[in-house]
Nanobody, 121 residues
Framework: QVQLVESGGGLVQDGGSLRLSCAASGRTFSIYTMGWFRQAPGKEREFVAASWSGSSTYYADSVKGRFTISRDNAKNTVYLQMNSLKPEDTAVYYC???????????????WGQGTQVTVSS
């Protein structure tokens, strides 16, 4: 069982930056794929970024070059650094964990409660 708690969301202006954090419980954090997803009002939850258990990362095209996912296995924490934020990035951001390698929401077994990110124009 893995429990995930996100933090770091908030209100930021167009072009600004935020860093989200996700703290995970459990002793086997390093073997999990960690992902970030987001869901805007009236839209489906969508993939943002993922960090495989090694050092590989993968990003949605919409955030590539602006967002960076990283993880600190010693702290059981995964981060999402978001730069050059746009109003269309406004959403609830969720952290998720999986024993699989993938970008589909169905691949992820564990989810955090979400943190709101709002980008004003």
């Amino acid at each position: 069982q893995v429990q995930l708690v996100e933090s770091g969301g908030g209100l930021v202006q167009d072009g600004g930056s935020l860093r989200l954090s996700c703290a995970a419980s459990g002793r086997t954090f390093s073997i999990y794929t960690m992902g970030w997803f987001r869901q805007a009002p009236g839209k489906e939850r969508e993939f943002v970024a993922a960090s495989w258990s090694g050092s590989s990362t993968y990003y949605a095209d919409s955030v590539k070059g602006r967002f960076t996912i990283s993880r600190d296995n010693a702290k059981n924490t995964v981060y999402l650094q978001m730069n050059s934020l746009k109003p269309e990035d406004t959403a609830v951001y969720y952290c998720a964990a999986s024993r699989l390698v993938g970008v589909a929401t169905t691949s992820y077994n564990y989810w955090g409660q979400g943190t709101q990110v709002t980008v004003s124009s």
